[in-house]
């Protein structure tokens, strides 16, 4: 579908967001039509667990002060069990009812809570993939430690990860730039352990290790006991331990993208921020916007820092 103009300009944005972190057909008009309403085809990709069941789901004008409604499943896969479709379409429904808001797009939170809700739902995962449930005698169990990071947790980085250390991510809401789509995540560290397992945290998501880019920086600093050694004019040499030293530690990667790491690296320098990582992904959609890329990529690291209160009033203390 190449011309979405006939949509509300709310709803156009928000399909070219989720096709472009989920895949070109995760949501699709298949009847385009000027006239409201307009009746789209969720179907996500594998990694999302609502696969292989696909939803129909209507929209309205006045989208987002009006809320979409889901009007019923458009197929269940081959060998869903008998009920399947009919558990998760209440799931989806109740879902859908505690992310709307009005006058708030609402699908990108909408698939992303579903997903959390299919996830925890043993019932609903059994039904939906009972092959995951009843492996074969002697098949390997699913494990979360099975994923394989894009980078290596057990790297030597001359510190070690904090103790049962679990990154607690904060994010934006997408924006999307002529079809390029950008998020920006931030999450506390203390070192540079820290980083190498939180990045590989986010990166396990499918949708983010398929980002064009994922540009990083961060910053950490700590203090460490520091031993003097003193001597008493006369008498002997004698040590003590009542000062420390601060170790910092800074750095940023760009992945691909000219510079961009050393931008958002010198925006938490200008902010001073300490003890935060920031990865800003951006997913391009085949349009090349120059300049504007940067500022919205500072823009964004901006906004995911104030959010979690590392910058502006009623910033955190680190």
Not at 133 to 145: A, I, L, M, N, R
Not at 277 to 299: C, E, H, M, Q, T
Request: hydrophobic share 30%.
């Amino acid at each position: 579908m190449s011309d979405d103009s006939y949509l509300p300009p709310d709803l156009a944005d928000e399909i070219n967001a989720i096709n472009a972190i989920y895949g070109p057909s995760t949501l699709t008009d298949p009847t385009p039509t000027p006239t409201s309403p307009h009746n789209l085809l969720l179907a996500p990709p594998e990694s999302h667990p609502l696969h292989p069941v696909s939803l129909q789901i209507s929209f309205r004008d006045k989208y987002p002060d009006e809320p979409p409604s889901i009007q019923g499943t458009h197929s269940v896969g081959d060998n869903a069990p008998k009920g399947a479709g009919t558990a998760v379409l209440a799931k989806a429904r109740e879902v859908l009812t505690q992310v709307w808001r009005p006058g708030d797009v609402c699908l990108y939170e909408f698939l992303t809570e579903l997903e959390s809700a299919l996830e925890e739902s043993s019932d609903l995962n059994a039904r939906l993939h009972p092959e995951d449930h009843f492996p074969e005698p002697g098949s390997p169990q699913d494990s979360s430690d099975s994923r394989h990071p894009t980078q290596d947790s057990t790297a030597d980085t001359g510190d070690n990860s904090s103790p049962a250390f679990t990154p607690q991510w904060i994010s934006t809401e997408p924006l999307t730039e002529k079809k390029s789509v950008f998020i920006a995540w931030a999450c506390e560290v203390n070192s540079p352990a820290d980083v190498v397992s939180a990045t590989a945290q986010l990166l396990s998501d499918k949708k983010v290790s398929k980002a064009t880019h994922n540009i990083r920086a961060w910053r950490i600093r700590s203090s460490v006991p520091s031993t003097k050694i003193f001597s008493i004019p006369g008498g002997p040499s004698a040590e003590g331990s009542n000062s420390s030293r601060e170790i910092t530690h800074q750095d940023r990667d760009s992945d691909g993208e000219t510079a961009a790491g050393g931008r958002v690296l010198g925006l938490m320098q200008t902010m001073d921020v300490w003890g935060v990582l920031i990865v800003v992904s951006r997913w391009y959609g085949g349009v090349k916007l120059g300049p504007d890329r940067f500022r919205i990529i500072g823009a964004l690291a901006r906004e995911v820092l104030v959010k979690g209160g590392w910058g502006g009033e009623g910033r955190r203390k680190k």
